[in-house]
C-alpha cells in the first residue's frame, strides 16, 4: 500500500475510534511505515484532541529481517503524542533509544484516565 493509502487508512481508523466507549482505546501502528505524527498533528488541530489513550508502535519484520522506520517518523510522533501525555509501547522489533513501555494508569479513585502513566525502562 502506497504511504497516501496508508494515511487514508489511518485518518479512517481515527474517525472510528471515536465512536468506541472503552475505558481505555488504543491504537497500534505496526509497522510504522510512513510518518503517522504528521496525520495525528493535523488530527488534534481539526479535532482537539487524539481518540484513543494508549499507542502501540513496533518495525516491519520479515522472518528475522526487521524494516526500521525513519527516525524522523519516531521523533514525530513522540513529539505529538508527549504533547498529548497519550503513553507509548514500543514492540520488540523497534530499535530505538530510550527505550519505552508506558502504559495507562488510573487513578485508585477515579473512572477516567488521569494524565500520569507508569514508565518501564528497558535496561
Request: glycine share 8%; no cysteine.
Amino acid at each position: 500500500m502506497p504511504q497516501r493509502g496508508g494515511v487514508r487508512a489511518l485518518k479512517a481508523y481515527l474517525r472510528k475510534m471515536r465512536d468506541i466507549d472503552a475505558a481505555v482505546r488504543f491504537m497500534s501502528v505496526e509497522p510504522l511505515w510512513f510518518d503517522a505524527g504528521r496525520v495525528f498533528a493535523e488530527w488534534i488541530e481539526e479535532n482537539g484532541a487524539l481518540p484513543f489513550e494508549w499507542l502501540i508502535v513496533g518495525a516491519a519484520t520479515s522472518g528475522p529481517k526487521t524494516y526500521q522506520p525513519e527516525p524522523a517518523w519516531i521523533n514525530t510522533l513522540l513529539g505529538v503524542l508527549d504533547e498529548q501525555q497519550i503513553p507509548v509501547f514500543f514492540k520488540g522489533s523497534l530499535d530505538w533509544s530510550p527505550w519505552r513501555e508506558e502504559f495507562p494508569y488510573y487513578g485508585l479513585h477515579s473512572s477516567r484516565m488521569v494524565s500520569e502513566y507508569e514508565v518501564r525502562i528497558k535496561p
